[in-house]
C-alpha cells in the first residue's frame, strides 16, 4: 500500500529530493510497516535509502494533534530541523560500556525513553551534541 503525505526537507541538504513524496514503509504492521490515516498530518521520521524517503513502526511518527507544547516548541524554534547532525543512540538498559559516553556528534539515551521523545531535543552546543534540558536524565 502506498500513502501520498507531503513531507518538508531541508532543501539544502537533499537539494534532488521533490518536497512533495511517497514515503515507503511495509504493508503490514507485523512488518513493520508504519500505517497513516489520509487527510491527517504527520511527523514522521526515518532514513533516505536509494533515494527513497522509508520510515517503519520503529521510526518516530506522530500526527500533529498528539503532540504536546514542548514538542510544537521544538518544531516552531527548529530544534529539531537545525539538529539533524546530531545522532541519538538507544542503549536501553543494558551495562555496555560504550554507551557512557557519547561521541561528539551523539546524544545518549539510556533509559526512560518517552521522556526523552515527550521533552527534550538533542542539540548542537560549542561543537557537540547534547540534550537541550536535563529533564529526563
Known amino acids: 500500500m502506498r500513502i501520498f503525505l507531503h513531507v518538508f526537507l531541508q532543501r539544502w541538504q537533499y537539494p534532488s529530493i521533490h518536497p512533495v513524496q511517497r514515503i515507503y ?10 500505517s497513516f490515516v489520509i487527510g491527517r498530518e504527520y511527523i514522521i521520521s526515518g ?23 514542548f514538542q510544537r516548541n521544538a518544531l516552531n524554534f527548529g530544534y529539531y530541523r537545525n539538529n539533524c547532525s546530531c545522532n541519538i543512540r538507544y542503549c536501553g538498559f543494558t551495562d555496555d560500556p560504550t554507551c557512557t559516553v557519547p561521541e561528539r556528534n551523539e546524544c545518549l ?3 526512560n525513553e518517552n ?7 538533542c542539540i548542537q552546543y ?12
Open 126 to 137: 560549542r561543537r557537540r551534541c547534547r540534550w537541550l534540558s536535563n529533564q529526563c536524565a
Open 109 to 111: 539515551i539510556i533509559n
Open 47 to 69: 532514513s533516505i535509502q536509494n533515494n527513497r524517503l522509508r520510515t517503519n513502526l520503529c521510526s518516530y511518527n506522530r500526527e500533529t494533534s498528539s503532540l504536546n507544547q
Open 115 to 121: 521522556c526523552f521523545s515527550e521533552n527534550d531535543a
Open 25 to 34: 514503509t511495509a504493508s503490514q504492521s507485523a512488518s513493520c510497516g508504519a
